[in-house]
T-cell receptor, first 114, second 114 residues
Framework: DVKVTQSSRYLVKRTGEKVFLECVQD?????MFWYRQDPGLGLRLIYF???????EKGDIPEGYSVSREKKERFSLILESASTNQTSMYLC?????????????FGEGSRLTVL | GNSVTQMEGPVTLSEEAFLTINCTYT??????LFWYVQYPGEGLQLLLK?????DKGSNKGFEATYRKETTSFHLEKGSVQVSDSAVYFC?????????????FGTGTKLQVIP
């Protein structure tokens, strides 16, 4: 079975802390994505990466950065967490190339910033 | 830019009732269309997809037809079960500027009662 694994299901952090969310996929997918999910807003794209060491801003990149040092791993970094970053974070990947764009998701990381 | 509009929930149905969740989209290119489902406490998973006009996607008794003339991709099921209770997201995948991008609707929560 294909798998996208997010390192933490639940995190509680304090305002100003640095937060790392890790995501690993075992499908040799080219593209990886970070979304945040909030009630009434659906999924919003934070950053995506179409290759190792490459990254592109999504719709809401402010306050976030990412790292993709290896093809299978895509990390989301909150340099200084704030309460408005309390959310569910979803990592996903797609094969890339001429594929249809079907996303494979991890189970999500629920972050609470106090 | 691209956008997806789906009916707001929550939708509450009795078991064996007929389900329709409306979804319309705006896109400049020729997108692929998807329905994803999120069961409680889990990430999203693909329910069905259609990659070109007039295609019908189907899975687990759910169906949706890609209607280019009405820019719609409505989700239907003839007889819902309690186990179908989840949040349903309509989405489209396109390649604006060459990068694959997936745009989601805000989600529709379905609750099926016995």
């Amino acid at each position: 079975d294909v798998k996208v694994t997010q390192s933490s299901r639940y995190l509680v952090k304090r305002t100003g802390e640095k937060v790392f969310l890790e995501c690993v996929q075992d499908m040799d997918h080219e593209n990886m994505f970070w979304y945040r999910q909030d009630p009434g807003l659906g999924l919003r794209l934070i950053y995506f990466s179409y290759d190792v060491k490459m990254k592109e801003k999504g719709d809401i990149p402010e306050g976030y950065s990412v790292s993709r040092e290896k093809k299978e791993r895509f990390s989301l970094i909150l340099e200084s967490a704030s309460t408005n970053q309390t959310s569910m974070y979803l990592c996903a990947s797609t094969l890339g190339g001429a594929d249809t764009g079907e996303l494979f998701f991890g189970e999500g990381s629920r972050l609470t910033v106090l | 830019g691209n956008s997806v509009t789906q009916m707001e929930g929550p939708v509450t149905l009795s078991e064996e009732a007929f389900l329709t969740i409306n979804c319309t989209y705006t896109a400049t290119g020729y997108p692929s269309l998807f329905w994803y489902v999120q069961y409680p406490g889990e990430g999203l998973q693909l329910l069905l997809k259609a990659t070109k006009a007039d295609d019908k996607g189907s899975n687990k008794g759910f169906e949706a037809t890609y209607r280019k003339e009405t820019t719609s991709f409505h989700l239907e099921k003839g007889s819902v079960q309690v186990s179908d209770s989840a949040v349903y997201f309509c989405a489209l995948s396109d390649r604006p500027g060459g990068y694959q991008k997936v745009t989601f609707g805000t989600g529709t929560k379905l609750q099926v009662i016995p």
